[in-house]
C-alpha cells in the first residue's frame, strides 16, 4: 500500500524567509515523488520530482526537495519566501512497479505573510 | 499552461441528473487520468485510459464511468448525482502508460461540479 503524509495542514511564513513543507511517504517499493502546487482557482501545478540521483532535486519557481530514504521524506523547500507562493502545496508518490497513478497527500496551506 | 483542457470549467446541475466532462490530453500523451478533489476527501484517483484502453482504476463509483476516444480525449459521465458528487474534477495526461520511466502527470485546471 502507498500513502504520503503531510503533516502540517497550515504553515506560515515571513516574506523572504525561508519555508519548509513536509511531507512523509510509506510505499512497498522505489517511489517516486512530486511535488504540485495549487494557486487559488487554478489547477494542479507541477513543481518537481525524484526520480533517481542526486537526492536534492531542484524544480520551477526556486523550490527544491530533498529525498530522505532513511527518514521516508521529501520535503519542499524554498530559501526565501515570496507572497506569491501562497497556495496549497500537495505531495504525491508513485511505485516504480505500480499503477502510473499518483497517491496524494492531504495538502498543506501555504501563507506567506508580508 | 499545462496543455491539459478541461471542459466545462464550472457546471451546476440537480440531484439525479447526469453530466458529462470533457478532457483533452497534451500533445502527444497517450495516457489520461481523471481525479476528484473534494474537501472531505482529497484528491482521489479515479480511473486511467491508455491509448484508449482502461489501464487502472481508483475510487471510481459505479454511477461514474469514462472513456478514451482514438483521438486520445476522454469523457467522465457522472450520472444519477447525488448531492456528495459535489468536487472539483481534474483532468490529467502523461506520454506513458507505466510508471518506470518517471513520467510527469500534467493535470488541467479542472471541472468545477455543484449538485443542487
Known amino acids: 500500500a502507498q500513502s504520503v503524509a503531510q503533516p502540517e495542514d497550515q504553515v506560515n511564513v515571513a516574506e523572504g524567509n525561508p519555508l519548509t513543507v513536509k511531507c512523509t511517504y510509506s510505499v512497498s517499493g522505489n517511489p517516486y515523488l512530486f511535488w504540485y502546487v495549487q494557486y487559488p482557482n487554478r489547477g494542479l501545478q507541477f513543481l518537481l520530482k525524484y526520480i533517481t540521483g542526486d537526492n536534492l532535486v531542484k524544480g520551477s519557481y526556486g523550490f527544491e526537495a530533498e529525498f530522505n530514504k532513511s527518514q521516508t521524506s521529501f520535503h519542499l523547500k524554498k530559501p526565501s519566501a515570496l507572497v506569491s507562493d501562497s497556495a496549497l502545496y500537495f505531495c504525491?508518490?508513485?511505485?516504480?512497479?505500480?499503477?502510473?497513478?499518483?497517491?496524494f497527500g492531504t495538502g498543506t496551506r501555504l501563507t506567506v505573510i508580508p | 499552461d499545462s496543455g491539459v483542457t478541461q471542459t466545462p470549467k464550472h457546471l451546476i446541475t440537480a440531484t439525479g441528473q447526469r453530466v458529462t466532462l470533457r478532457c483533452s490530453p497534451r500533445s502527444g500523451d497517450l495516457s489520461v487520468y481523471w481525479y476528484q478533489q473534494s474537501l472531505d476527501q482529497g484528491l482521489q484517483f479515479l480511473i486511467q485510459?491508455?491509448?484508449?484502453?482502461?489501464?487502472a482504476k481508483g475510487n471510481i463509483l459505479e454511477r461514474f464511468s469514462a472513456q478514451q476516444f482514438p483521438d486520445l480525449h476522454s469523457e467522465l459521465n457522472l450520472s444519477s448525482l447525488e448531492l456528495g458528487d459535489s468536487a472539483l474534477y481534474f483532468c490529467?495526461?502523461?506520454?506513458?502508460?507505466?510508471?518506470?520511466?518517471?513520467?510527469?502527470?500534467?493535470f488541467g485546471e479542472g471541472s468545477w461540479l455543484t449538485v443542487v
Open positions: 504525491a508518490v508513485r511505485v516504480i512497479t505500480g499503477a502510473n497513478n499518483l497517491f
Open positions: 490529467a495526461s502523461s506520454v506513458t502508460r507505466d510508471p518506470g520511466s518517471g513520467n510527469t502527470i500534467y
Open positions: 485510459y491508455y491509448n484508449g484502453e482502461e489501464r
